[in-house]
């Protein structure tokens, strides 16, 4: 038995309130936007002195020029770069497959060529 009484009782812990009573959970999401403001337009930031901004899930340069090229024009070169990559690996799946092809071809007339000259040798003794 302990000399101080009982050394752990914790205390009990207080009610829970209830959920909130405020009615805003019950607006929807463009009432809400206006009550609340939550309109924050489009996102923008400064990274090492270069302004970007957010627009259609992508950062772009805020001031469209960046280094002369277009924003736009860039993102259009990286799609079609993306678009000539895909290109070229089917070119190469089609030069390997034709590489396949010639290879398969070249073993079949060897194969016919050592017959047809067994087949001239068989002959030739039988004359």
């Not at 805003?24 to 609340?36: G, I, P």
């Not at 805020?62 to 280094?67: F, K, Q």
């Not at 895909?86 to 060897?110: G, H, R, Y």
Request: zero cysteines; charged letters at 30%.
């Amino acid at each position: 038995m302990p000399l101080f009484g009982n050394t752990f009782s914790p205390k009990k812990t207080p009610p829970r309130k209830s959920a909130s009573l405020s009615n805003l959970q019950n607006l929807d999401r463009s009432t809400r936007e206006v009550e609340l403001g939550l309109g924050y337009g489009t996102l923008t930031m400064n990274l090492a002195g270069q302004n970007l901004k957010f627009e259609n899930g992508h950062w772009v340069t805020e001031t469209r020029v960046s280094e002369g090229v277009d924003q736009r024009e860039a993102q259009r070169l990286r799609k079609r770069n993306q678009q000539l990559k895909e290109e070229n690996n089917i070119l190469q799946l089609k030069v390997d497959i034709l590489l396949d092809m010639f290879s398969e071809t070249t073993a079949e007339f060897q194969i016919m060529k050592k017959e047809l000259d067994e087949l001239k040798r068989v002959n030739r003794r039988r004359k």
